[in-house]
């Protein structure tokens, strides 16, 4: 059809000794060095030193990929790893859930601000455009990877994607743009003076409640209360924002210390969480979808000569079509 586009994107950049890096890893390795020097550029201002950067770093990305894996393995692809639980770690096969990205997060700045006794909301504030960032990437990484599709459109961007029939709206585009419009909006507001949480509790919000129109042009596999599963979790998160964002506006500021160490003590950590977050940037490369997927089956007719091995297994019917086939029953 004339003006359409027919996906045959490579989604492997390179391969090193048998480990497959990623088109879709690389957006998340980007987004981690994005968040990590957006924190080193405004860390006086945040009244952080560059061994909590490097710490803040690591456990902004740890709390990512293990919130994301998460929510895959626990509720979206539990049938399948329940009965393999030695797969659990094998995040090269994929899976990461984008709801379970944003509460892993969360819960590693949370970590953060407790262990260091910073206060929460600055943070959380600081984040919320990188956050934006990342999952606008992720977003540009999905479409490469040609996995997830949306409703079938006689529009003229309409998108022939490699396992779907006709041609889709590119669901994953329009989310992607959606979170980098975000982005201007949330720096309009932070230049008027807002408090503290505002700008955060905002990005949860129109993270969510904008993602609820575009992901009725998408084709979920998978339900969860009564519901496809993102749209629950839409729902979940822009109630959870708009509850955030009323109680800022009467939430008064409380100031908080923080915890100091020794120079020497400051010096091994910078040494090992940068090391950590470095490790972290690199597994990121080597994911290759947001689900677990059968990787010389599901992507051996985009790149020639991939084969099953240890770290490669053959799936077969991959995870979530076993969970889709199981919600309908």
Not at 67 to 91: N, Q, S
Not at 103 to 124: E, M, Q
Not at 289 to 298: E, K, V
Request: charged share 15%; proline share 6%.
């Amino acid at each position: 059809m004339p003006g359409h586009y027919v996906h045959h994107i490579d989604p492997i950049i390179v391969t090193l000794a048998g480990v497959h890096l990623w088109w879709y890893g690389l957006s998340y390795a980007l987004g981690f060095l994005n968040a990590h020097f957006f924190l080193r550029r405004n860390r006086d201002r945040l009244g952080l030193s560059l061994a909590d950067v490097y710490e803040l770093s690591f456990l902004l990305a740890a709390g990512v990929l293990v919130g994301g894996r998460g929510l895959v393995v626990f509720r979206h692809e539990w049938l399948f790893y329940r009965d393999h639980v030695g797969l659990i770690p094998a995040i090269w096969l994929g899976g990461l859930a984008t709801h379970g990205l944003i509460l892993g997060g969360f819960a590693g700045v949370t970590l953060f601000c407790v262990l260091r006794n910073r206060p929460f909301r600055p943070i959380f504030d600081a984040l919320a455009i990188p956050a934006a960032f990342i999952l606008g990437c992720g977003r540009i990484g999905n479409f490469i990877d040609g996995q997830i599709v949306g409703s079938v459109t006689t529009l003229p961007w309409g998108v022939q994607f490699p396992d779907a029939e006709g041609f889709r709206h590119p669901v994953v585009l329009y989310d992607g743009l959606k979170n980098f419009l975000i982005i201007p909006i949330l720096w309009s507001v932070q230049r008027r003076g807002v408090p503290p949480g505002r700008i955060g509790s905002l990005f949860v919000l129109l993270y969510a409640a904008l993602r609820i129109p575009i992901d009725l042009l998408r084709e979920y596999p998978i339900s969860f209360l009564f519901l496809p599963a993102g749209q629950t979790f839409n729902v979940l998160m822009a109630m959870t924002g708009l509850a955030l964002l009323v109680k800022n506006i009467w939430w008064t500021a409380l100031a908080t210390g923080s915890l100091t160490r020794d120079a020497a003590s400051t010096a091994r950590l910078v040494i090992a969480s940068r090391f950590a977050f470095a490790v972290l940037v690199l597994v990121a490369l080597s994911i290759p979808s947001d689900a677990t997927r059968d990787i010389p089956g599901r992507y051996g007719h985009r790149h020639a000569g991939l084969s099953y091995s240890r770290m490669y297994p053959q799936i077969g019917t991959e995870p979530q079509m076993v969970s889709q086939a199981a919600s309908r029953r």
